[in-house]
């Protein structure tokens, strides 16, 4: 969704959205992530970011504003003009549907103030709408629907009114950011899990997303559980023994199976602590337990028959471009070697791969790309 006083720029991530846009790529190299899968990787994604020798001056033209909101964490980042990163910041999860419409506002706009302090820029006293920005893109996990932008489109109206802002879930800022063309799929797999498409047409689509709950495969979360759920049967001795067991209970200093009922029921676990149990599931997994390998097939299956599905409703042929973003997919060797093989079982040829880690430089290029 786009609100601006002009008409609305190209379609963002076409060729033209990109046109003006300065990229720095290393040559492809291989990535050997399971022995053989169909796959390659940018080794460098540049990306300009000033140091700090002394207070900034608001740039000319006013600032862009590039938000990345997910259900672990919120990154602002303030650039100029071009492109130019002066200011991060950072604050919870901004997920709405999972922590509520207030709680995500709240996020953004700590997270907001905190890019403006890290430039030594005078911040905005919010609700006071602030004239400094000349251009937003806010991409924000969980805003799928029209009724999710419009919420957000209200918000960032009173804050933001004389900006052009864009509104977008935070797949298509990890396209944006991890492929030169703007086309291609993006991968997410941190807390919840996504993949995003783009043709070279503009034409879209997407497979999961759905949340913890409904889908989310292949998700830290979706780990973790799988992780919490594996413990139990061999507890139990419905399932065989696995290291999961000691590697679960020291993470959270517990010391049997059954003191997991209370620390997952009373307590009220959010889901971004249960995907943090992911890590002792690839790690347990690369070490040769079993149990944890299964759980970790699984995960990069289900990545992979999502990112089929988008392949497969855009029509698009030959070599693909993926970016990937998570930290359950971007520092999970065993699955990135899973969903490798599983990409490789059912013919797909995504390549380049790109790594994202910074996914709110996405939107620094699609909110540069609204004032042309």
């Known amino acids: 969704m786009y609100r601006g006083s ?77 492109g130019r990163v002066l200011g991060r910041g950072a604050a ?30 005078p911040g905005p006293t919010w609700p006071q709408a602030s004239d400094a920005i000349s251009a937003a893109c806010f991409g924000l996990a969980g805003v799928d629907r029209p009724e999710d932008r419009d919420l957000f489109e209200a918000w960032t109206a009173e804050r933001l009114p004389d900006a052009r802002v864009m509104i977008a879930n935070d797949a298509e800022l990890v396209l944006a950011a991890g492929t030169a063309e703007g086309w291609g799929c993006a991968l997410i797999s941190g807390t919840g899990s996504i993949v995003y498409g783009r043709d070279s047409a503009g034409r879209t689509a997407r497979s999961g997303g759905w949340g913890h709950l409904l889908g989310d495969e292949g998700s830290g979360y979706a780990v973790g559980l799988a992780a919490l759920r594996a413990v139990m049967r061999a507890f139990d001795g419905r399932a065989p023994s696995t290291e999961l067991t000691a590697a679960v209970l020291s993470h959270w200093s517990l010391a049997r199976p059954t003191d997991l009922v209370g620390r997952v029921y009373r307590e009220s676990l959010a889901p971004g602590e249960v995907a943090g149990l992911a890590r002792l599931v690839d790690e347990a997994a690369t070490g040769g337990d079993a149990v944890a390998q299964a759980i970790v097939d699984e995960a990069g299956g289900e990545l992979a028959l999502a990112a089929a599905a988008v392949v497969q409703a855009l029509g698009l042929q030959g070599p693909t471009p993926c970016a990937l973003a998570g930290s359950f997919i971007v520092k999970g ?40």
């Open 333 to 372: 060797r065993a699955v990135r070697a899973a969903f490798a093989a599983a990409a490789q079982r059912m013919d797909l040829h995504l390549s380049p791969i790109a790594e994202v880690h910074e996914p709110a430089r996405g939107a620094v290029r699609l909110a540069q790309s609204l004032i042309g």
């Open 92 to 121: 919870g999860s901004s997920n709405y549907q999972a922590a509520g419409a207030a709680a995500a506002q709240t996020a953004l706009d700590q997270a907001i103030a905190a890019a403006y302090a890290d430039a030594r820029l």
């Open 6 to 82: 002009s008409a609305p720029p190209t379609a963002a991530g076409s060729p033209q959205a990109f046109a003006s846009t300065t990229w720095a790529f290393a040559a492809p190299a291989p990535l050997d992530l399971s022995g053989g899968a169909c796959v390659s990787v940018l080794t460098a994604i540049s990306l300009s970011m000033d140091g700090k020798m002394g207070e900034y001056h608001m740039p000319h033209g006013g600032l862009l504003l590039g938000m990345d909101g997910g259900g672990s964490k919120t990154v602002a980042l303030l650039a100029d003009q071009d």
